[in-house]
């Protein structure tokens, strides 16, 4: 790490305790919500410590937590809850002094090498990489085979690719401003991704993604230069997206030491720290603790599966929660009425493709 790492910690809003009955500020009602910056007084202290661990971690230069040529790692912590779009603004506006900047979100993770080196310097040599790219994401599951999924969804054509020098993976436009792991210039960031109402609690994406959308959508793909969003097409993979639903802190006195998975009568083996894709059909014992995002599971320490009936709960909810038409096109389909989670033809073409229930294990450990 050569550069200046800063680790932003948000603070949190903690609910009274159950007991706390004769408070008079008490609000029985309010429940935990993560998301929300909400938590209970044990989810809080848990927090706490979380946060004196990673102080010690690095100030001890604990790995990963070790800086080299002059780089820095820092953790600032908020003394108040902000929420995502605001804490990069007071970053923006009190620590970020650089001419670029790598905004990444906690629940991403690379899990393919990806030139940040490369994508810095063209970025320094040329504004904008002649081609007027304000910011460079990185591919995850929704922008692999982007071009396509815009043309099916949007009846919208990206044209080609476009190649920059030393670069050496072509750059395709962005119609959505994401929120993944992206490198970009400060100056930008806050001319264009802060120079609005920054709510407590909101997010950059939803604030500039669907703007974003409905403007080129509406003016045809001219006016994406004035956003410059673009994605390094690497052809695979390179952020993984830890499910914050389904991610579930493991204990130490039952962490599981051995798991048996099922995925549609395919087993899944990790032997060491190889990733492998199993497609036989034999039962096989893998070891770890897990997240899942998509077709992917990656070993994250700390990290579970959720119990069965954790799992059902979860499942529940977000079934319910598309009971509510869905009004945009799936990106799967192109058909309006459903989105790519739950549309029909993909859930046909999973029954008889043979290495749809296949899933890559990744270790991030």
Wanted: aromatic share 6%.
């Amino acid at each position: 790490m050569e550069s200046r790492v800063v680790i932003l910690a948000d603070g949190c809003e903690e609910l009274p305790s159950p007991n706390d009955a004769g408070d008079v500020n008490n609000k029985s009602n309010d429940t935990e919500n993560i998301k929300h910056g909400k938590c209970s007084s044990e989810t809080a202290k848990n927090y706490r410590i979380h946060l004196k661990r990673l102080r010690q971690a690095i100030r001890d230069q604990t790995l990963p937590f070790v800086p080299v040529s002059g780089g820095s790692i820092e953790l600032i912590e908020l003394e108040t809850r902000h929420g995502s779009a605001p804490a990069i603004e007071t970053a923006m506006s009190e620590i970020v002094s650089t001419p670029l900047v790598m905004i990444c979100q906690h629940d991403n993770f690379f899990i393919n090498d990806a030139p940040v080196r490369d994508v810095v310097h063209a970025m320094q040599e040329e504004r904008g990489l002649g081609i007027g790219a304000n910011c460079v994401h990185f591919l995850s599951i929704a922008t692999l085979d982007y071009k396509k999924k815009v043309k099916r969804r949007y009846q919208l054509d990206l044209g080609e690719p476009l190649t920059v020098k030393n670069l050496r993976y072509p750059l395709v436009p962005l119609i959505f401003w994401y929120g993944r792991s992206h490198i970009t210039y400060s100056n930008y960031v806050r001319s264009h991704c802060l120079n609005r109402h920054i709510a407590k609690g909101s997010h950059l994406e939803e604030l500039l993604g669907e703007t974003q959308l409905h403007d080129i959508l509406s003016r045809g793909m001219a006016t994406h230069k004035e956003y410059g969003t673009y994605v390094l097409d690497q052809g695979k993979e390179i952020l993984y997206h830890v499910s914050g639903r389904r991610a579930r802190q493991t204990r130490a006195n039952d962490h599981p030491t051995i798991k048996r998975i099922s995925v549609q009568d395919h087993q899944v083996n990790l032997e060491g720290s190889t990733a492998n894709i199993i497609h036989s059909k034999t039962q096989r014992t893998i070891e770890g603790s897990f997240t899942t995002a998509r077709s992917c599971r990656a070993i994250v320490p700390g990290l579970t599966f959720p119990s069965k009936q954790e799992e059902n709960k979860i499942t529940n909810e977000v079934t319910s929660a598309h009971k509510k038409p869905f009004k945009q096109r799936c990106f799967h389909c192109g058909e309006k009425g459903h989105s790519k989670k739950f549309c029909p033809e993909k859930e046909e073409s999973l029954l008889h493709d043979q290495t749809a229930s296949t899933v890559e294990i990744i270790d991030l450990s």
